[in-house]
């Protein structure tokens, strides 16, 4: 636990402002890309199965995209916002990671999707040690939390 406090202490002194552009950008794209993907779900579903690129049922298939989807647009938000920035790319971590393993790394390698999704794991990763930053809903919150005090 150590550790960890030192870390966001850390993070928290050390953190510019333009980052705080970037993790708005970040949350952005990903409520962007959410969108995307949950207004093509059927093409998406229907590319899998016939594909078969997961063998799994497509009912199956069918929860894993709607979970992804909603997943990645909550947590765009959260990060959109700076709230609970650090948790918000936890638990994108995992899908990120992925995508860039499981799905796009079967395309050839010059392809966009994948530069952008290991862009995308390296910010979390970073927005995961330094946190929301200035701007950012968490800091809104801990000095209304002060001021109570």
Not at 21 to 38: E, P, Q, T
């Amino acid at each position: 636990m150590n550790i960890i406090s030192r870390t966001t202490r850390w993070g928290s002194a050390h953190h510019p402002k333009i980052f705080d552009f970037v993790r708005i950008i970040l949350g952005v794209l990903l409520v962007v890309r959410s969108y995307v993907y949950f207004s093509n779900r059927a093409y998406i579903r229907e590319l899998i199965v016939t594909t078969q690129a997961i063998r799994q049922s497509p009912g199956i298939i069918w929860a894993l995209i709607n979970y992804s989807t909603y997943i990645q647009l909550v947590c765009g938000i959260m990060l959109l916002l700076g709230l609970r920035t650090r948790i918000a790319a936890i638990i994108l971590v995992p899908l990120i990671f992925g995508a860039v393993f499981f799905v796009n790394i079967l395309n050839p390698f010059f392809n966009a999707e994948l530069w952008l999704s290991i862009m995308v794991l390296a910010l979390l990763v970073m927005f995961i040690v330094i946190g929301s930053g200035p701007i950012s809903l968490d800091r809104l919150f801990d000095k209304i939390k002060m001021k109570d005090e």
